[in-house]
Every structure is written in C-alpha cells, then in structure tokens.
C-alpha cells in the first residue's frame, strides 16, 4: 500500500510557479528525513531537494535559488515550491520519506509521483 500521497502537479507555463504537497497519511512512527525525486523522460531519477527532522535542507545545483522545500511534522508533510520553472523542469516528481521504525530500523516509502509540465 502506498502511504504516501504528493498532489500540486499540473501544466505551468516557463517562469510559472508550483507548490507540491506529500502528506504521509497513516503513519504511527517517526518520520525522518523526507524529499522530493524527479524523473524526466529518458533520465535517470535525480534528487531535487531533501529536509531532515531539523529542516536541514540540501538542493540539487540547478534548483538552487528557485525551489524551497519544507515540512510539517504536525502532519507528516512535505512540500515544494518550485518557481522559475523551466521547460527542464518538466518531469513527475515524487516524495520520499524516512519511517523510523524501531531504533536502528528505518523504512523507505515513496509516493506514486505527480506530473509537472512546462510548455507555453
């Protein structure tokens, strides 16, 4: 069963703006660290930012200054503000996350991905 859910995808025109949203509904342990993936067709999945449990954050170079990400621990979520996309920015982005378990056992859950298209 997938537990996470990422909504916010959608058509966006060259320098448009997006804000995705993953939310990990059912989860009764600690939630780690979390991120946002993308793929475009024909590339290998890459990762676009990432937030630890102290909001420490890291980007992939090119997002840099362009994308934000965040968190609510209150509700399990992770978001990401894209703006200035570009049309290399297309791609479906999907959400990771970090279950902890038990001490020592952390679980990796993916989200199905939502779609992100640029075009004018």
């Known amino acids: 069963q997938v537990q996470l859910t990422e909504y916010g995808g959608g058509l966006v025109q060259p320098g448009g703006s997006l804000r995705l949203s993953c939310a990990h509904s059912?989860?009764?342990?600690?939630?780690?660290?979390m991120g946002w993936y993308r793929q475009a067709p024909g590339k290998q999945r890459e990762s676009v930012a990432a937030?630890?449990?102290?909001?420490?954050?890291t980007y992939e170079e090119s997002v840099k200054g362009r994308f934000t990400i965040s968190r609510d621990k209150t509700k399990n979520a992770v978001y990401l503000r894209l703006n200035s996309l570009e049309p290399e920015g297309a791609a479906g982005y999907c959400c990771?996350?970090?279950?902890?378990?038990?001490?020592?056992?952390?679980?990796?859950?993916w989200g199905q991905g939502t779609l992100v298209t640029v075009s004018s």
């Open positions: 990771r996350a970090e279950e902890r378990i038990r001490p020592g056992k952390v679980v990796e859950l």
């Open positions: 059912e989860s009764v342990f600690t939630i780690d660290g």
């Open positions: 937030i630890t449990n102290t909001h420490a954050t």
